[in-house]
């Protein structure tokens, strides 16, 4: 069926009905139904509705694609057909699990391009290096395949580029596959991590799992999560989402609002309005490496690669009536 309709079969549409009325396995189900149903607009993207501004940047990166892109990722990001070699130009960029994960990935494969294999396929088409354009058009482009196709990933600012280009402006080759991977940000292991908060510190292993970790009063200058990690490593970046209240991660610590009462109301996620990110070798004196503001469900805080044994992340603004600070899905990442 996914041939079918990938392929454009005359009737693709008649013969999947036919199939998904005399075949109720599960799968048949799932896939006519997908097929004949595709997802509305654009779509993907993870929870939160985007800012005027995110908006702007990733319709931005559509007005690219359709007019580069396309050429050889195809109008729905699977290819653009070469029936005589039984290929496509390009491989698919919907569903790439390199596109989808950390976001350095496609920032790196834009601006210095990328030659060789990608899943065991070789192409005849090459993906040309496009660093002569400026970061915000990477950025854009970026973040709208990541959010496009049915991906999930979350947005590239221009903040990130010029990061990866400040990172690789001795960089002369394409890359390949396996070498850009291995240039990547990791996130650890949490294997040996402790972790501990100035509230609710019982729960503060939530924070690394889908359960959430959350702060049970308003956010408050001062407040702190750490992560003491089992032995020093360099590292660069900081990841945590900030689920809203009433989304999809449900249990008792969701990050839902919270009044001065202590009562919950329903508001914007417990991300956190502004934040510092310290680091220690003892757990006694810390060095500042990040400060900034979170802007939405994911935040995600990158550094100049730093040895680290103890992480702290603390809260540097009190925000009257605002959501208790929430944590899930915490990762620290090293550098390799
Ligand atoms: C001339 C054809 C062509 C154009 C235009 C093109 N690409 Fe590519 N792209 C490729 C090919 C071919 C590959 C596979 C690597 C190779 O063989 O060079 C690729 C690989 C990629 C990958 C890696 C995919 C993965 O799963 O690892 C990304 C990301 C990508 N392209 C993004 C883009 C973006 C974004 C644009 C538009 C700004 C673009 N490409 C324009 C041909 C093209």
């Known amino acids: ?34 097929v004949l149903n595709p997802p509305a607009g654009r779509g993907g993207g993870r929870g939160d509705p985007l800012t005027a501004d995110e ?18 990722h195809g109008p729905d990001g699977f290819g653009t057909p070469k029936p005589e070699l039984s290929t496509t130009m390009a491989p698919a960029l919907a569903g790439s699990p390199r596109v989808n994960g950390h976001r350095d ?61 400040a990172g690789t402006a001795t ?16 996130a ?13 510190a019982d ?19 001062g407040m702190w999560f750490q992560v003491e990690l089992p032995k020093p490593q360099t590292i660069a970046e900081i990841q945590f989402e900030s689920p809203a209240p009433g989304g999809r991660a449900g249990g008792p610590g969701t990050g839902a609002a919270v009044t001065s009462g202590g009562a919950p109301v329903a508001g914007p996620g417990g991300f956190p309005r502004g934040y510092r990110v310290e680091v220690s070798s003892d757990g006694t004196s810390w060095k500042p490496v990040a400060e900034g503001r979170g802007s939405g469900r994911s935040t995600v805080i990158s550094f100049a690669p730093v040895q680290a044994r103890f992480v702290r992340i603390s809260l540097t603004e009190t925000a009257e009536n605002a959501p208790a600070w929430s944590i899930q899905a915490l990762r620290v990442y090293g550098v390799r």
Not at 9 to 15: G, H, I, R, S, Y
């Open 1 to 34: 069926m996914l041939t079918l309709n990938r392929w454009k079969v005359p009737d693709a549409a008649a013969t999947i009905k036919t199939t998904m009325e005399s075949n109720q396995a599960r799968g048949v189900q799932v896939v006519a139904s997908t």
């Open 55 to 72: 908006q702007a940047l990733v319709d931005r990166g559509a007005g690219i694609y359709n007019e580069l892109c396309f050429a050889c």
């Open 105 to 165: 990935y496609i920032v790196k494969a834009v601006l210095h391009g990328l030659t060789g294999p990608v899943d065991n396929k070789t192409y005849t088409d090459v993906m040309m290096p496009m660093g002569n354009q400026n970061d915000e058009w990477v950025a854009a482009i970026a973040s709208f395949v990541r959010r496009s196709f049915g991906n999930t990933g979350g947005l590239v600012v221009p903040a990130d580029v010029a990061r990866v280009r």
């Open 171 to 186: 960089r002369k080759s394409m890359w390949t596959v396996p070498e850009l991977i291995a240039s990547l940000p990791a």
């Open 188 to 200: 650890l292991f949490t294997d040996g991590w402790k972790v501990s908060a100035s509230h609710h």
């Open 203 to 221: 729960a503060a292993g939530d924070a690394l799992t889908l359960t959430t970790w959350n702060a049970g009063a308003p956010q408050q200058a």
